[in-house]
């Protein structure tokens, strides 16, 4: 990645997570907020690019657009009546949500200040993560590693005993 | 680059209850609808298997996989918890789900995932696994509360408790990933390490902490993240109730103690502040609104935030004591609130919908059945903390760790939530055994053998931890020193 662009990019790619991601919690139409979800994961796959983590970038493209997105759209398509109607998505609760949030975003930038973060500049970023990723979660990661397929495999059966027929 | 060292006995409590869940969950398609109840009997074998194997793990102190999992005495304390929970709550389900026509052999196999993620919770000091195990758990544990389909507020209680879960789950990998970036580490020493002795810590470094004290408050029920609480309870089949409260808080508790008291609390500025005002209020706000109840199953969730609020005290404390009294508390409160629920499970199993959860429904029943209603009684008792039972035992130990430290406020409002909280547990109690019901009394089934083993049990449990509390305060007390 030319560094010189680099700085652009990344605000351009986090101008439109953000925007897009207002977007998708706001419009009324649940059609238009999954294809505005489609573009905020796209933007945040552009971050990863740039942050040399090229694999992740990938699985992000793969999983979250190619799958989950599409699969949203789906549901979207084949559920009776949710396209196209207008759906609140507001409720009174709202001043309270964006001032929580104003907060927020206020003590996190003053603390970005303040913060040294623990940055290691004396490792070089891999051409290729996807080597060195795969070697970590066979070794130093292995316990993480295989404790997420329980999740899955929990989170499977648990869809299919919510889904199943009486 | 070399494959981390496993020590395959230290795993083998987890493993045990694991590979449990897998055959048994592989065996339900093969059995026919009359035969579910053979996932049951199986599970609950495999169970005391587990136990049996944690028994023999106890006093080994050591690491495996790198030290990404722990196998100390204060993980072997909470597994033998969690997996006594699994084991009661199994035998209260048995019967229930029959009478309640919704025997279903995935139940099983889901109580123990959620058992084997409590167990990995207790079982790592490392962030990531921590978060893991609290999927584990937390996943199933949807699922269960939602698993009287055909039940309206099953449902509700279900989607209110995954919407809120996964909500709290974007606090807590929010907060990991901030104290990860700020100290380069999963690992709780490690991050004491980076944090300790810096003059000034890092502001993200106490965004961090308080965004994964957000999380863990939602699991545990603490105000202000404990609006999904009243209504999980109140939805989810009696015997889940019983088994959230007594499980999973124990583990987001030991997950919290693991995290926060082993320094990290002193290390990061204004933590114990806010540990302190939401163990204020979550007591506070928990008994004050149990008052009012009328479900008894809402009222114990109510009960179970107070709960909270205690045992958030030794979080406050912050000591090695401390921690050892939460344990003891929490082992304590789980006994006693799974006996609890098994005495609400067969009242609710009387009725195929959920007509039978006010209290109301206990007018009389002490008189008709004199031994259902002095277990009850006990349970009650010891939820409010009378002696000698269990649940004061737990209080004593706790809040004596407290004044040691010179805590005396929080102590004294803790001592007056006490007092209030012994009026709604004990106007159980009255409508038990001094009031006539004023039609049909209800009729309560008469108690199947496995729920009678497990009653028995539980009295027992209860009776003998308030009478000789010495034997499991040491082993509390030695779980804890053990750790690191």
């Known amino acids: 990645m030319d560094s010189a662009i680099a700085p652009y990019l990344f605000y351009l790619f986090s101008f439109v997570v953000v925007v897009s991601g207002l977007l998708v919690v706001t419009l009324r139409d649940i059609f238009h907020c999954a294809l505005f979800l489609i573009l905020c994961l796209f933007s945040v796959a552009g971050i990863y690019v740039l942050l040399g983590a090229d694999f992740i970038a990938a699985v992000q493209v793969l999983l979250y657009v190619g799958a989950i997105a599409v699969l949203m759209i789906f549901a979207i398509m084949l559920t009776a009546k949710v396209s196209g109607i207008g759906i609140k998505q507001q409720n009174e609760q709202v001043p309270i949500a964006i001032i929580t949030t104003v907060a927020f975003v206020a003590i996190a930038l003053y603390g970005l200040g303040k913060t040294i973060w623990n940055i290691k500049t004396d490792v070089a970023i891999p051409d290729n993560t996807t080597m060195a990723i795969g070697k970590l979660l066979m070794t130093t990661y292995v316990v993480p590693f295989e404790i997420v397929s329980v999740v899955l495999l929990a989170a499977l059966i648990g869809a299919i005993v919510i889904a199943r027929r009486n | ?484």
């Open chain 2, 1 to 484: 680059m070399s494959f981390p060292n496993v020590d395959f006995a230290l795993l083998s409590p987890s493993l045990i209850v694991c590979i449990t869940a897998l055959l048994t969950m592989l065996l339900v398609p093969f059995l026919g609808e009359k035969r579910q109840v053979v996932v049951a009997h199986l599970s609950w074998i495999g169970l005391s298997i587990a136990l049996f194997a944690v028994s023999q793990q106890i006093g080994k102190n050591a690491t495996t996989f790198g030290g990404m999992f722990l196998g100390d005495d204060f993980s072997q304390f909470f597994s033998g918890i969690f997996i006594v929970a699994a084991m009661l709550t199994i035998f209260t389900s048995i019967d229930y789900l029959r009478r309640k026509e919704n025997e279903h052999g995935e139940y099983y196999p889901l109580i123990l995932f959620a058992t084997y993620g409590m167990m990995v919770m207790a079982s790592s000091s490392n962030l990531l696994v921590i978060f893991l195990g609290l999927e584990i758990m937390s996943v199933s544990l949807y699922v269960l509360a939602g698993f009287a389909r055909t039940e309206l507020k099953s449902t509700e209680a279900a989607i209110k408790y995954f919407l809120l879960g996964a909500f709290a789950t974007g606090f807590t990998v929010f907060g990991i990933a901030f104290v990860y970036g700020v100290t380069g580490t999963f690992d709780v020493a490690g991050i004491i390490n980076a944090a300790f002795g810096q003059s000034n810590v890092d502001t993200f470094l106490i965004i961090g902490s308080a965004l994964l004290l957000i999380g863990f408050g939602f699991k545990v029920a603490a105000v202000p993240f404990h609006m999904w609480a009243p209504d999980a309870y109140e939805g989810a089949p009696s015997p889940i109730t019983g088994f959230m409260s007594a499980g999973p808080k124990a583990a987001a508790f030991a997950a919290m103690l693991r995290i926060f008291s082993v320094g990290f609390g002193s290390t990061v500025p204004h933590l114990q502040t806010l540990f302190w005002i939401v163990a204020v209020a979550t007591m506070t706000v928990g008994n004050i609104i149990a008052l009012r109840q009328n479900n008894i199953k809402r009222m114990l969730a109510f009960s179970s935030i107070a709960h909270a609020g205690y045992i958030l005290i030794a979080l406050v404390v912050g000591t090695g004591e401390a921690s050892s009294a939460a344990a003891l508390y929490l082992l304590a409160y789980a006994l006693t609130n799974l006996g609890a629920f098994m005495v609400i499970a067969l009242v609710d199993s009387g009725a195929k919908h959920d007509e039978f959860t006010s209290i109301d429904t206990y007018t009389g029943l002490a008189r008709k059945r004199p031994f259902l209603g002095l277990a009850l009684t006990l349970f009650m008792l010891s939820l409010a903390g009378f002696p000698p039972t269990a649940g004061f035992m737990g209080k004593f130990v706790l809040f004596k760790a407290a004044v040691s430290q010179g805590f005396y406020v929080l102590i004294v409002i803790a001592v007056l939530n006490s007092l209030v909280s012994v009026f709604y547990y004990l106007r159980v109690v009255v409508k038990m055994f001094m009031t006539e019901p004023d039609g049909q009394p209800v009729e309560v089934p008469a108690v199947p053998v496995f729920l009678m083993v497990a009653l028995a049990f539980a009295v027992a449990a209860v009776l003998l931890i308030g009478v000789y509390p010495q034997g499991w305060f040491n082993f509390a007390g030695l779980s804890i020193l053990g750790a690191n």
